[in-house]
Nanobody, 118 residues
Framework: QVQLVESGGGLVQAGGSLRLSCAAS????????MAWFRQAPGKQRELVASILTGGTTTYADSVVGRFTISRNNAENTVYLQMNNLKPEDTAVYYC????????????WGQGTQVTVSS
C-alpha cells in the first residue's frame, strides 16, 4: 500500500503559477508510474499528467505547454508545475499511483484545491 500526501494548492489569478508536490510513503519500492488527476465541480475526474520512473511523460491536451510533471525518485516525490493558469484549471488536484494498470484501483492522495480567478 502506498500513502500519498499532496501540498501546494491555493488561489491564484489567471496567468499565474503554482507548484504542487506529492510525497509517497509505504510500499514505495513498487512505484513506477506517478500521476496527477483533477476534478472540477460537476465534472468527472480526469488525468492531467503522468510520469514513469525513467522520466517519460504524458499530458492532457488541455495542459500541454503550460504544465510540467517531474519526479525525484530518491525522495519518492512527484511535482506538477503549473504555469499560465486559466480559470478552467480550477479543480481539486489528486496525486495517484496506479495498481497494476488501473489508476482507479490505485492509491490516491487527499487532494489539494487549486482555484484560478479571472
Amino acid at each position: 500500500q502506498v500513502q500519498l500526501v499532496e501540498s501546494g494548492g491555493g488561489l491564484v489569478q489567471a496567468g499565474g503559477s503554482l507548484r504542487l508536490s506529492c510525497a509517497a510513503s509505504g510500499s514505495i519500492f513498487s512505484i513506477d508510474i506517478m500521476a496527477w488527476f483533477r476534478q472540477a465541480p460537476g465534472k468527472q475526474r480526469e488525468l492531467v499528467a503522468s510520469i514513469l520512473t525513467g522520466g517519460t511523460t504524458t499530458y492532457a491536451d488541455s495542459v500541454v505547454g503550460r504544465f510540467t510533471i517531474s519526479r525525484n525518485n530518491a525522495e519518492n516525490t512527484v511535482y506538477l508545475q503549473m504555469n499560465n493558469l486559466k480559470p478552467e484549471d480550477t479543480a481539486v488536484y489528486y496525486c495517484n499511483v496506479p495498481k497494476g494498470s488501473s489508476y482507479l484501483r490505485g492509491s490516491w492522495g487527499q487532494g489539494t484545491q487549486v482555484t484560478v480567478s479571472s
